[in-house]
T-cell receptor
Framework: DTGVSQDPRHKITKRGQNVTFRCDPISEHNRLYWYRQTLGQGPEFLTYFQNEAQLEKSRLLSDRFSAERPKGSFSTLEIQRTEQGDSAMYLC??????????????FGPGTRLTVL | GEDVEQSLFLSVREGDSSVINCTYTDSSSTYLYWYKQEPGAGLQLLTYIFSNMDMKQDQRLTVLLNKKDKHLSLRIADTQTGDSAIYFCAPSKDNAGNMLTFGGGTRLMVKP
């Protein structure tokens, strides 16, 4: 396994369009996380899944945002009616358990979204 | 919630030591992580320390924790140009796989 992968790496869209990003976690990891990172800031938590269940959502995740992990493997993050303020790097991470405790989160390279 | 503060910028000469500082507010933080982010890349875990430790050394990296003051530092010995990156600290309450709260990051610039 080569790690967490994200697709696309870059996305440019016009305001008002919908966009969808994909994340493939490390295969044996049952937890998957989405973070958003704006320029000059640290990553901010958006949501996370355990298998296919979405366990927590940040208040940053407005009703224009939806995330899914239908089969407990890859996940998608969709943004509807994009706004310029959505421009950011969207990071995905995954973690798994060893001996009953979760290991650290492994991050993907991110998807950079630019909304014109 | 947790607030995490870091200084924005640090510049050092190649071969010198770098010290990156972090303060946090939640005294129940038990796992304290340091991540590195190179330009255009995701985050890479560098090291971490448990709250029952004062110090952890891992090759050129030394993490110091002052739990009373909620202050964490990362020292990089013999800093190299390849260490130029943004460094984030991220305290966590547990190892139950919950979300991380990151500081704003410290940009380290290493001059040859």
């Amino acid at each position: 396994d080569t790690g967490v992968s994200q697709d696309p790496r870059h996305k440019i869209t016009k305001r008002g369009q919908n966009v969808t990003f994909r994340c493939d976690p490390i295969s044996e990891h049952n937890r998957l996380y989405w973070y958003r990172q704006t320029l000059g800031q640290g990553p901010e938590f958006l949501t996370y899944f355990q298998n296919e269940a979405q366990l927590e959502k940040s208040r940053l995740l407005s009703d224009r945002f939806s995330a899914e992990r239908p089969k407990g493997s890859f996940s998608t993050l969709e943004i509807q009616r994009t706004e310029q303020g959505d421009s950011a790097m969207y990071l995905c991470a995954s973690s798994g358990m060893t001996g009953g405790v979760y290991n650290e989160q492994f991050f993907g390279p991110g998807t950079r979204l630019t909304v014109l | 919630g947790e607030d995490v503060e870091q200084s924005l910028f640090l510049s050092v000469r190649e071969g010198d030591s770098s010290v990156i500082n972090c303060t946090y507010t939640d005294s129940s933080s038990t796992y304290l992580y340091w991540y590195k982010q190179e330009p255009g890349a995701g985050l890479q875990l560098l090291t971490y320390i448990f709250s029952n430790m004062d110090m952890k050394q891992d090759q050129r990296l030394t993490v110091l924790l002052n739990k009373k003051d909620k202050h964490l530092s990362l020292r990089i010995a013999d800093t190299q140009t390849g260490d130029s990156a943004i460094y984030f600290c991220a305290p966590s309450k547990d190892n139950a796989g919950n979300m991380l709260t990151f500081g704003g990051g410290t940009r380290l610039m290493v001059k040859p």
